[in-house]
């Protein structure tokens, strides 16, 4: 919902923890993957734990069984009393064991709730305790929820002393390279926000799952609570399956997944590649520098992305960064969170009744990476000139160079790769005055046409993104005496206060 910019209104604007809590009148459904390898003897009993919960903030529970290619039984004993209570529960049967990721990942893919969460079946975990881990959910807007085993608790049980210390040394260097304050990585409970789990790829087929996806949802800024909960520990002659070397693993999972950002499921190379894109810091840097004598004190964003060029750009009087995108329309507004001056809306530059609330509001509007994409641009400018104030501009970054056009463009989404005057003529049309033109990242050119026009390459490795980012502050020095054009174009036009509306 996008509210009124009508200063004579009075009604206070919804903020989306509303529509959140609001979702969810008779509360949430719970997905509980249990994955589970030979524990024939404990399975059912944790299964009928799971039958009784009862919490008024779980409305529905859906119980995902995923057998593991257990070899004691278990398979046959899960079917049975799965099929006793068909209308919550499905079994996943594996031929062969893969590991506790994998069996994850199988689960994740046949699940339908709105918010789920991972359950062991060996007892360790009290699944009394999931009714505490979906509160904040409901009453704070969380995206992930963690069951610390380490917070303060009513009860638990005293654990092996080295496996203990180990668990606090990967908490610690995990944190060390996510910059978060858990106190308990490798517990099992962990629960998420469906839509937000599904959209994260998952490499994982071990116990290195833990520290995966907590680099991930780092990386992706979401809301991450810990509540306390009990822990009843196995003692590994009970049949505890963790061992050192899992550590180890550990160890090398948190430095894989420091220098890789992996963090988007994508429908198609092009999506994954916008997100690589977006998180070349140095290079964002770079551009906002450019950007930043052009930008005015009340300012909209189209197409945000990833906030990486708005994080450079605030504070300022007013800021809203919008997006069509759900989860990137999600992760925004984690950044936005108890950031007055940062609004969060979903705009779509093609659809102008996207603009109805927004008319004349901005001295600037803010479009990058996003003309070059749309169907029709003449809509697009009609739209982004409503949004101008008179005599406010528009500021665009657009690909050039016809010649350069590949395979890349193509994944990306690409209408075409602008010229100087095919971009003037445009914003002429649109009603605007072009102020100025700049060539931007000149070094970046042999890099496109060597990977596009001579491999024929659809994407760039994540190395190579690291690397190029690296030497920013050397390429800064340098590109502007390169004797070639850039490889993108910024524009920088004033609304000249043609009536726009009348002909359209």
Not at 152 to 160: I, K
Not at 207 to 219: D, G, N, P
Not at 458 to 463: I, M, P
């Amino acid at each position: 919902m996008i509210p009124s910019f009508d200063p004579s209104s009075t009604e206070p604007s919804r903020s989306w923890e509303d529509d959140w809590r609001e979702s969810f009148p008779h509360g949430a459904t719970l997905s509980v993957i249990v994955p589970v390898y030979n524990e024939r003897y404990l399975v059912t009993e944790l299964l009928t734990q799971l039958l009784n919960v009862s919490s008024p903030g779980i409305g529905q529970l859906e119980i995902i069984i995923v057998d593991d290619g257990s070899t004691d039984g278990t398979t046959a004993v899960v079917q049975e009393f799965a099929t006793r209570h068909s209308k919550q529960m499905r079994v996943i049967a594996k031929p062969k064991n893969e590991g506790k990721g994998a069996a994850i990942r199988a689960g994740i893919d046949a699940t339908t709730g709105d918010l789920i969460v991972i359950q062991d079946a060996d007892l360790e975990y009290d699944p009394q305790d999931l009714s505490a881990m979906v509160r904040p959910f409901l009453e704070d807007g969380a995206d992930v929820v963690y069951g610390s085993r380490f917070a303060v608790s009513s009860r638990r049980r005293a654990l092996y002393f080295r496996h203990t210390l180990g668990n606090r040394i990967l908490t610690f260097l995990s944190n060390l390279i996510t910059e978060l304050n858990l106190t308990d990585v490798e517990t099992c409970y962990k629960m998420f926000r469906a839509p937000l789990l599904k959209s994260i790829p998952l490499r994982s087929d071990d116990f290195a799952f833990e520290i995966e996806i907590t680099a991930k949802i780092s990386k992706r800024h979401c809301r991450i609570y810990e509540v306390p909960i009990s822990y009843r520990g196995r003692a590994y002659s009970e049949g505890k399956k963790i061992r050192w070397w899992d550590g180890l693993v550990a160890l090398f999972t948190m430095v894989r997944f420091w220098l890789i950002d992996d963090l988007y499921r994508a429908d198609s190379v092009g999506v994954h590649l916008l997100h690589r894109l977006e998180r070349t810091r140095r290079f964002s840097g770079w551009l906002a520098d450019a950007l930043r004598p052009w930008i005015g004190d009340r300012v909209l964003e189209l197409e945000a992305g990833l906030g990486d060029i708005m994080h450079q750009l605030i504070p300022r009087d007013r800021y809203v960064a919008s997006d069509a995108n759900k989860n990137n329309l999600s992760y925004l507004r984690n950044l936005a969170a108890a950031k007055a001056h940062l609004e969060v809306q979903s705009v779509d530059l093609e659809v102008p009744s996207s603009f109805d609330a927004h008319k004349g509001a901005y001295d600037t509007v803010l479009c990058l990476n996003v003309l070059e994409r749309v169907d029709d641009p003449m809509v697009a400018l009609h739209n982004l000139a409503r949004a101008v104030k008179p005599g406010g501009r528009v500021v665009l970054y657009v690909p050039q160079g016809q010649r350069l056009y590949s395979r890349i463009d193509e994944d990306l989404g690409h209408r075409c790769r602008y010229d100087r005057q095919m971009l003037t003529q445009e914003l002429d049309s649109g009603g605007f005055l072009v102020e100025h033109l700049q060539d931007f990242n000149r070094v970046g050119m042999p890099v496109w046409w060597w990977n596009g026009r001579i491999l024929g390459r659809r994407d760039f490795s994540r190395w190579q993104l690291k690397i190029f980012d690296l030497l920013i502050p050397l390429f800064k020095v340098f590109d502007r005496f390169l004797p070639w054009p850039g490889l993108g174009l910024i524009a920088v036009a004033r609304k000249t206060g043609k009536d726009l509306d009348a002909g359209h």
